[in-house]
Every structure is written in structure tokens, then in C-alpha cells.
């Protein structure tokens, strides 16, 4: 497989990445309430790798001529980021300074993070839609397993991002609790807005 076919879809990839959305939010959120950063971002990346075999396998196109099971995953999907949007607007983080605050365990943070991104169905339609153009039907390698390739690059720009995103936030508001309780306030109502825009198109 060409170098050529890497650098094209990154080149499509990065732009999805450095779009602001839930996954920026929950990564704003773990930076600002604290050390759980690298298991919030563990867990975005786990979503988007899971939505990466499955369309790799071949199990994409199944799926997805199954109108009833997206709008399941679509609806659960933006019910969790609901439920975690009204959790930030009630309970904003607002960290105290020269104080390091860590709120709730790795694991749950890891979780939260697989389930955000791991029930958001656009991050799944977007690997159907892209990773297929980006092969090479004539390559050496198995086209499962350029997708797989091609998906990593995905997941490697988003651990960058993603990283910088939490701990940018962490190095800027941590010291500022009234600009972090704003921050954390915007990052719950953006979950909201994404779940009704998901659940709008769902329904249409």
C-alpha cells in the first residue's frame, strides 16, 4: 500500500479530528477536573478503534442496511451524552489553585470516554464512508487490512489531538476557576446541542 493513500486520508482525517465536538469536550473536562486525562482519552480512542475493526471486517455494511439497529445506537448514543451534559451544567468543574483535584477513577473515566465515542454512530459512518475510498483494490495487502492500517493513522491523530486538548486545558484553567466553571458549563451544553442533532437526523 502507497505512502500516497496514508497521507490522503490523513489529510481528510485531521480535519474531523480537529473539529471540536463530544470527543473535545469530554477531553476538556477530564483535563480540568483533574490527573484523569490519559484514561479519558483512552477510552475516546477505544471507541474509535472498535469502530475501525468493525468496519474492517466487513460487519460495517451489514449494520448499516440496518435502519432500526443505527437509530438504536443513534438514540442510546445521544441519551449518554445527554445524561453527561446536564452532569457538567449541574456540577461544573471548578478546581481550586495550586490544589491538584482528581475526581473518580481511571477506569470510569475510560469507560465514559469508550462510551461517548463508541455510541456516536457518525464516528462509525464516517470509517464506512472514508476508509474504502482510501484502499487500494490492486495493493498487496488484504483490503481488511488497509482499512486497519488506515484507521490506526485516524486513531494516532486523534491521541494527539486529544492529549493536547486535556492537558492544554488542564495547564490553562486549572488556575483559573471561573473561566474552567464557563468552560465546563459550554463542554455540557455542546453534548446536549450534538445529542439533539443527532436525534434530529435520527428521526427526520
Sequence with gaps: MALSFFAAFWSVSVLF???PGADWAYAISAGIRGG???PAVFGLLSGHLIATLIVAAGVGAV?????????GLTVAGACYLIWLGIGMLRHPAIP???ERQVEGNALRWAVKGLCISGLNPKVFLLFLALLPQFTDPHGTWPLAFQMAALGMVHVVSCAVV???VGFGSKAVLQTRPTAARR?????GALMIIIAALLLTESFR
Design 183 to 187: 468552560v465546563s458549563q459550554i463542554s
Design 63 to 71: 449494520v448499516a442496511d440496518l435502519p432500526t439497529l443505527m437509530k
Design 36 to 38: 484523569r486525562v490519559i
Design 17 to 19: 479530528v480537529i473539529t
Design 96 to 98: 481550586t489553585a495550586g
Design 162 to 164: 486529544y492529549l493536547i
